[in-house]
């Protein structure tokens, strides 16, 4: 039953501890938790001193820094007066060691077609894209989109403008050209770096097509550079595009890394939020590189052998930091795969886990729950016994679906590391090192050396022990965003007015008697069940539990009686959606939380409204709940059909 606290009530119940084995342990850089808290604490002694003896260890410095850390709070500024460089830092530093002939990024698209990339080889591929950039104009400062398949050349951009000081603003491959020119605009990008397609569930995604609608609405944008990927026909506009393989006939293949300052802007990442326009977060150099860097070593304990490959899309911060960044500063190997998870069938993954020897896996709760669906026989065909660490982002992970996870693809041996963080915090934030700290099926586990996060109630104050609270940040840390393009009062008002001297997430969590994190979703989908503050994850959690239960989400729509009342939205498996499943299901939900968190509504829906990135749209659902018209951003959206059917039951 809930625990009446005041903040967020708590009501999940989840007890299982998984330890990471002797085996894994013992071979792992950080192996004990003994040797985690000793890291802990020594960096929350002194943060500061911390992050900059890292910083003077892992990066390449061209001149060194002077400071540290200014803050002047909001704005933060690390490793000031130093000059860097990041491409530098993921290509150059590796080619006096013996990492020089390792291959950087293994590619398959989705057709079967395979590429390797050495670091010499990625190297001069970045210093020959480079200087196409330059004969196009571009330079330090300049903005340049880029709208690409997930192709090595798409990895190959965002290295060549880091090295020549252009900053990129990588705009996911499924965004619409009103999208795209919303980002140019805001941005004011001066290129844009496109495909004449890329492939998609067999078929071609028009991505120069689309380039063309956007550019009749984007004043700003001078060139585009098209790559050829899928021989589709094009329109090229003379003066204005220019083939990319053109282009490289005519480059030297050398391009020495620009010294840059450690606070010149790396990226815009654009990022909808929940509503609203989309924001561009902005992230710098110097400690934005480290950040990656070392977070990607300590979560991933990255060893020489690995074949690491993260299944996120490099539109997303996830592939920024965890595909492109993080690995290639480390000298990692990345596997990059182009396509969907379900051509030409739903065991697509394995096959790639099986055939690369894919030793550490990085997906979203999201896909997982998509395999379980899709049903266990498509991933017993593949040995997936290369496989020694396993990685979610981007959502909660329902404890069930972490359970399968474990069984299924980790066959009991792999650690599971739950990160949580932010495109705002520029790479992970909280999640288990896997040597060193045992899981709890839904818990992000505890925070990174050298973040020091709070929960807090409204008037900023610390919540007790297991009570739901704001999330927050007490320290300046050097992923943190520097921005929002342009909008610095929404900077402001956004993440340091609510609680002075703290970053908000926006997400509510609470901390158990172990010191661990369980994050409770955002702020703003609490459900408020006659004064009961309940999470959604929480009743969400319960309904997955279910054995018909695909995936759900809750919201709280108005009510009356008790402020507001739990409606549910769920996809069946394995089952009819019939009416007497609804009462099961209310039934259950009752059983496995308490009588408060018994759903009033319970609709059945083919699939619920998701981001492109995967998370669940619930304000869109609150609105349906209510019977209201949407009035928010809509441009993430994933699929406009499922919001009509969902509709359309209405009626
Ligand atoms: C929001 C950030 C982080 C890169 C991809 C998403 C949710 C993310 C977790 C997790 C619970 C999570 C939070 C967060 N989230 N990871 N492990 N457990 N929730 O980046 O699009 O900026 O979204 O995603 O609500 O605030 P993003």
């Known amino acids: 039953m809930s625990e009446q606290t005041g903040g967020i009530d708590n009501v999940m119940q989840e007890t299982r501890l998984f330890p990471p084995s002797e085996e894994f342990a013992s071979a792992a850089s950080i192996g004990s938790l003994e040797a985690y808290q000793q890291l802990y604490d020594q960096a929350k002694a002194d943060p500061v001193a911390f992050w900059g003896e890292l910083g003077q260890q892992e990066l390449h410095w061209f001149e060194p820094f002077n400071e540290i850390l200014q803050w002047d709070e909001p704005y933060a500024k690390w490793f000031v007066g130093g000059k860097t460089n990041v491409s530098y830092n993921c290509l150059d530093a590796h080619l006096d060691t013996e990492r020089r002939d390792k291959l950087a990024i293994i590619w398959e698209g989705e057709p079967g077609d395979k590429r390797t990339l050495t670091y010499a080889q990625l190297h001069s591929e970045v210093c020959r894209f480079a200087n196409a950039l330059k004969s196009v104009g571009v330079g330090e400062g300049d903005v340049v989109s880029v709208y690409m398949p997930m192709v090595p050349e798409l990895a190959i951009a965002m290295l060549a403008c880091a090295r020549i000081g252009a900053i990129h603003s990588v705009i996911f491959g499924g965004f619409s050209a009103e999208s795209i020119a919303d980002r140019n605009n805001d941005a004011s990008a001066k290129v844009v770096l496109t495909a004449d397609g890329g492939w998609r569930r067999g078929k071609v995604l028009e991505l120069k097509k689309t380039v063309d609608e956007a550019l009749e609405k984007s004043p700003t944008v001078e060139s585009v550079i098209v790559l050829k990927r899928t021989e589709n026909a094009v329109e090229m506009v003379e003066g204005r595009d220019y083939w990319w393989h053109d282009l490289l006939d005519n480059v030297d293949d050398d391009c020495p890394a620009k010294p840059l300052d450690s606070e010149a802007p790396l990226f815009i990442l654009y990022t909808s939020g929940s509503t609203g326009k989309p924001k561009g977060i902005k992230h710098t150099t110097a400690g934005y590189n480290l950040y990656a860097k070392k977070t990607f070593e300590w979560v991933f304990d990255h060893r020489d052998d690995d074949i690491y490959w993260c299944t996120a899309d490099c539109g997303w911060i996830t592939g920024h930091s965890y595909i492109v960044y993080g690995p290639l500063s480390a000298g990692a190997t990345a596997l990059m795969y182009e396509g969907a998870p379900n051509f030409p069938e739903e065991d697509r993954f394995w096959d790639l886990v099986e055939k690369h020897q894919v030793t550490i896996l990085y997906t979203a709760p999201t ?20 496989l020694r660490l396993l990685g979610t982002v981007g959502e909660g992970i329902n404890p069930e679906a972490w359970i399968w996870y474990h069984e299924k693809i980790g066959s009991e041996r792999c650690p599971i590391v739950d990160t949580w963080w932010q495109t705002e915090t520029g790479g992970i934030m909280m999640s288990p090192l896997p040597g060193a700290i045992a899981t709890k099926p839904g818990s992000c586990t505890k925070p990174l050396p050298g973040i020091i996060p709070a929960i807090v109630d409204e008037s900023g104050a610390p919540v007790g022990q297991n009570q739901g609270g704001w999330l927050v940040m007490t320290h300046p840390w050097p992923g943190m965003l520097r921005g929002i393009w342009g909008d610095d009062e929404r900077f402001k008002d956004q993440y340091w ?105 319970v609709r059945f829906t083919n699939a619920l409204p998701k981001t492109r990135s995967g998370k669940i749209m619930r304000r869109l659902l609150k609105d349906i709940a209510e019977g209201t018209e949407s009035v928010g951003d809509t441009s993430t959206l994933e699929d406009y059909s499922v919001l009509a059917q969902l509709r359309a039951q209405d009626e």
């Open 367 to 386: 896909a997982i729950r998509a395999f379980i669906k899709w049903g266990d026989h498509h991933v017993e065909k593949h040995d997936l016994s290369s």
């Open 497 to 601: 007015s609510a609680v002075p001297g703290n970053y908000l997430a926006g997400d509510n969590a609470r901390c158990d008697e172990d010191g661990y994190y369980w994050i409770m979703g955002r702020i703003d989908d609490v459900i408020n069940v006659s004064g009961h503050r309940l999470s959604t994850i929480e009743v969400e959690s319960a309904l997955v539990s279910h054995p018909s239960v695909a995936e759900a989400a809750a919201v709280g729509r108005k009510d009356d009686l008790k402020g507001q009342a739990i409606a549910v939205f769920v996809t069946v498996v394995g089952a009819e959606p019939t009416e007497e499943l609804k009462q099961e299901l209310k039934q259950h939900v009752r059983n496995e939380i308490g009588a408060l968190a018994q759903p009033d509504d």
